[in-house]
Each structure stands twice: as structure tokens, then as C-alpha cells.
């Protein structure tokens, strides 16, 4: 991240000389020249570290002190005092600030101090970042694959790790373009800065431009303070820029410029300045085809796909299933703190039939439910929603083969349809389970169904099925987007789930 640094210093000779101190790549000044309501304008600006010349401090000193701490950032406060008197320095620190320099020592020993007071922030940051990074980080070595189309996408990524390249990363929705990203640059020399993912297409096109590229106050109506863009919290890490072919194209005018010039300029300031920030994107949809249609800008697309990768979905790669299952079902049952250790290979045989529409993230969504569901050490047919048990003994031809084709199907689970009398023929399995449970994944079932069921009517027309579901457009997405089910795949008259 770059560091902000407030000099609210009256004395311009003393301004010349602690800004040649602070002249680094890493290091943007702010110079507030206001003396009458300075204090609430550093109360609202992102800033680290606050230089403040004597004449320049709040009255009374300590509520101003105690005012600091609110600050989002609570920067560190160096008072800048005019004499060079040990009780006045006393008197300042006593009121809350966190060092103080005599203005008139020699240039060597206030870099010094400053240095080190950077230094010390910089590694606290560092700490707090380390600390609130999840445990299980994504690395490379989780998209290991036996795969041909893996194979080919393997062979790419481990040449990139280390370059500043930009990179555009493609792929169906779930297949862990956001995870692949992440490795990347976890394992990448970037490692130490942030990695921060923006996605694109789930902000309204004001609010977009302002998480880039930040603001300042006042930029537009209700900017009351201002604001860091993602750019410059990415500085020296990662920026990941989801579903990138959602920015508008007036932005895209905008990313460009900051892309070619690695520097951004908030939104209604006059000054611009240098961020160094690796960017990667990801799309959903293929760019190119966007080109195309004239929706990306061509030049946009050229920088941002210096080197493209296409992550290929897992319908495409049935042989890396198995080894995705086994690792998520370790991995989880650790997480819940479940005895769960494997699955039952009809159960797995009925996981590598299906064409699993919302890739990795819905493999991963069953497995998480199945691993609630079960009682015992291993995972059966009855755990899986019906959709991928039927397939376990289902019609042979079904577009993925399973590894174990000659194994005999494991005991059929009745389906929950309706028996004589309109009454339900209950699968004995849920005689087994509480009823909080059985409600649980009959109705995820159900919803799943009736959401497939309704895209196919309505052929992916988003409006007219939330219209028909009683449902907000946005959380009819979220369904979706649970059940890894995309509107492109009802587009086509005959309603193919994909
Ligand atoms: N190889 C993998 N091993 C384990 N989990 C994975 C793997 N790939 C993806 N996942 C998990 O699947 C989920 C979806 O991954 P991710 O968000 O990276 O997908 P995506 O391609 O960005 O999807 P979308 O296009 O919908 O944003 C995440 O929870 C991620 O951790
Ligand atoms: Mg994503």
C-alpha cells in the first residue's frame, strides 16, 4: 500500500526540507495549507503519518490527540516543535502524541526518526495483514491435474508467477479463476503487498470509478471524506479484477490510461502520482467476443491479456474429480470437525457423471453438505442431492464416464416423488436424520429444481423468471450463482443446463 503523509507545516523552508526527506516512490505527501479547520480535514483524509508543525496543533491538544484516534487509519503523530526545550516536548507527549522533533535539528537526524517511525507502522501493518490472511491460502499446487486441458494451462502458469505481466484469466463461472489469481501471487514475489479482488460487475458505475481509483472530498455529492481506490491499496501487490468485462466503456478509457502510466489521479483531484500494481482480470465471458461486439475496448483487451490463461471447466476434465473430491472432503471434514475420511465409490461414480454446471464451487457446495449430512465415516448416495445420485445408476451414454463403470450401483435412494394416495414415498434414509435436516436438503433440492426448471421456461430471461418467482432480479442471481447455474445455458430454445 502506498503511505499517506500528511505535512501541516507553516514554514515553507521547513516544508522544502522534510519533503526532499520524504521524496520516495512509496510515499505520497498531502500538504494541507489551510490553518483554520486543518484538524477536521485531517480528521476525514486517509493519511499514516501526520507531520505537524507546532503552530499548526489543535486547542486544547489532548481532545484534538483523543479526535485522532477516531480516524479510520489513526495515523501516527509526529509534532514538529518550534523550540528545543525538553518540558514543552514532555508536554506534547503527555497529551498523546507519539514523538516529537525540535524543527530546527539537523536534516540526517529527522530522517532518521521519520524513517524509523515508517518503518515500525509499515511492519505493524504487515502483521495485522499476515494475521487476518486465511489459514488455508490458495496455492498452485491446488490445481494439480491429470487433465490434458489442465495439462496445457499447467504448463502456462508457473511462467508467470513471477513476472509482472499482466494476465487475463478466463474460464466458466466456479472454476477458481479468483483462487488461481490468489496463488499466483501468494506465490509470487508480490506476496508481502496486498491482494486485493474487485469485482467489477456488482457495482453501479459511479461507485466503480471511485474504489479504483479513490477520491477527494467533495469529488461528488456525499464525498465527505476522502477515500482510497483499490490501486493505490494494491501498490506493490496485486489488484484482481473480476468480470473486468463489465467496466463501462468510459472507464475502460480511464483503466487504460492508468495501466500504460502506472499512475492514477482520485477522482477530483488535479494530481496524479505512481502506483506500481500487477493487475490480473477475469472474465466469465470470452473477451475476445466482447471485443467483437464492441462492448471492450480492443486496446483495453491487448494490454490486459499480455498472457491469457483459460481455466477449463470441470465437465471438460472428468479424471480430476476424484482427486478434487478426496481433497475437499479432508480439507472440510477438518474444518466441521466431522469423522468423515471418503466416499463410497457409487457415490463418487454418480460425482464424475455429472457435468457439474457451476463448476468447483457447486463440487464443493455438495461436498460441504453431504459432510453435514453424514453420520458415519464415509459418504454415500443418500448425502448427494438427487440430481447427482439418480446419475449413479443412471442411463449409460450420460456425457461424463465415470472412472468406475463396471462397479455395481450402490442401494438406490427413492426419490421423494409422489406415492399412492398424493402421499410422498419417503426415502428410508431420512427415517434416519433429524427433521431440521431432511427440511434442509429436501428444500435445497427443490429450489434448485424449481430454479433450473424456471430458466429453462423462460429460456435465461432473468426479469421474467424473478417476475414469475416473486423474487428481486439480484437474488434470483444469488440463487444462481448457489447453485452454479448460468442464464447463457437456457438461451437456446431446447434449454440445455449445460
Ligand atoms: N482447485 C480448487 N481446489 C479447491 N477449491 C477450489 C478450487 N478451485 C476453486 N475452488 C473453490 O471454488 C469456489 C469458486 O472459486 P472462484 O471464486 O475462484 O471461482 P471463479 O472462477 O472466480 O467464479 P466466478 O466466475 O463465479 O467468480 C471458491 O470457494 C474456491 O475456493
Ligand atoms: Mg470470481
Redesign the pocket.
Known amino acids: 500500500m502506498l503511505i499517506r503523509i500528511t505535512l501541516a507545516v507553516d514554514d515553507r523552508d521547513l516544508r522544502r526540507r522534510l519533503g526532499s526527506v520524504l521524496a520516495r516512490p512509496d510515499i505520497l505527501v498531502q500538504t494541507p495549507r489551510v490553518r483554520k479547520g486543518l484538524w477536521p480535514r485531517i480528521l476525514k483524509d486517509p493519511c499514516d503519518v501526520l507531520l505537524v508543525g507546532e503552530s499548526m496543533l489543535p486547542e486544547p491538544l489532548r481532545a484534538g490527540m483523543e479526535q485522532l484516534l477516531l480516524h479510520p487509519d489513526t495515523p501516527a503523530s509526529v509534532v514538529l516543535a518550534e523550540s528545543a526545550d525538553p518540558v514543552t516536548h514532555a508536554r506534547f507527549l503527555a497529551d498523546g502524541c507519539d514523538a516529537v522533533l525540535f524543527a530546527g535539528l539537523a536534516e540526517d537526524h529527522v530522517r532518521g526518526v521519520i524513517e524509523a517511525m515508517l518503518e515500525k507502522r509499515q511492519r505493524k501493518s504487515q502483521k495485522l495483514f499476515f494475521a487476518t490472511r486465511p489459514l488455508a491460502e490458495?496455492r498452485l499446487s491446488?490445481?494439480v491435474s491429470e487433465s490434458p486441458g489442465m495439462a496445457r494451462f499447467l504448463n502456462l502458469v508457473p511462467r508467470v508467477v513471477q513476472s509482472d505481466t499482466a494476465l487475463l484469466i478466463e474460464?466458466?463461472?466456479?472454476?477458481?479463476?479468483?483462487?488461481?489469481a490468489c496463488a499466483i501471487h501468494t506465490e509470487g514475489r508480490r506476496a508481502t503487498g496486498r491482494f486485493v479482488a474487485l469485482n467489477c460487475g456488482a457495482l453501479p458505475e459511479h461507485l466503480l470509478e471511485s474504489e479504483l481509483f479513490g477520491h477527494v472530498r467533495g469529488a461528488f455529492t456525499g464525498a465527505t471524506a476522502a477515500r482510497r481506490g483499490w490501486f493505490e491499496i494494491a501498490h506493490r501487490g496485486t489488484l484482481f479484477l473480476?468480470?473486468v468485462g463489465e467496466i463501462p466503456i468510459h472507464l475502460q478509457v480511464k483503466l487504460l490510461r492508468v495501466l500504460q502510466e502506472q499512475e492514477i489521479q482520485p477522482i477530483g483531484s488535479e494530481k496524479s502520482f505512481g502506483v506500481d500494481v500487477r493487475v490480473i482480470a477475469?472474465s466469465?465471458r470470452e473477451l475476445q467476443t466482447e471485443v467483437e461486439a464492441r462492448r471492450f475496448r480492443r486496446d483495453l483487451y491487448h494490454r490486459l491479456s499480455v498472457v491469457t490463461v483459460t481455466?477449463p471447466p470441470l465437465r471438460e476434465r472428468p479424471e480430476d474429480i476424484p482427486v478434487?473430491v478426496e481433497?475437499?472432503i479432508a480439507y472440510l471434514a477438518h474444518q466441521v470437525s466431522r469423522h468423515v475420511t471418503g466416499i463410497a465409490p457409487g457415490a463418487m461414480r454418480a460425482m464424475c457423471r455429472y457435468p457439474w454446471p457451476g463448476?468447483?464451487?457447486e463440487l464443493?457446495n455438495v461436498i460441504e453438505r453431504a459432510i453435514l449430512l453424514c453420520d458415519d465415516t464415509e459418504i454415500t448416495l443418500s448425502h448427494l442431492p438427487e440430481s447427482i445420485a439418480d446419475l449413479a445408476s443412471g442411463p449409460p451414454g450420460h456425457p461424463v464416464a465415470a472412472p468406475d463403470e463396471a462397479e455395481p450401483p450402490e442401494a438406490p435412494v427413492t426419490s421423494p416423488a409422489s406415492g399412492p394416495a398424493g402421499r410422498l414415498a419417503l426415502p428410508e434414509v431420512w427415517l434416519t436424520k433429524s427433521l431440521q435436516e431432511v427440511r434442509k436438503s429436501y428444500l435445497a433440492d427443490l429450489e434448485r429444481q424449481y430454479i433450473e426448471g424456471l430458466l429453462a421456461a423462460t429460456r435465461g430471461r432473468i426479469g421474467e423468471a424473478a417476475r414469475r418467482a416473486g423474487l428481486q432480479e439480484r437474488s434470483l442471481y444469488e440463487k444462481m450463482?448457489q447453485f452454479g447455474l448460468r442464464k447463457e445455458d437456457y438461451r437456446q430454445p431446447s434449454g440445455a443446463t449445460g
Open positions: 490458495p491446488d490445481f474460464g466458466e463461472t466456479g472454476v477458481g479463476k479468483e483462487r488461481l473480476d468480470e477475469a466469465n481455466v478434487l481433497r475437499q463448476n468447483v464451487r464443493n450463482k
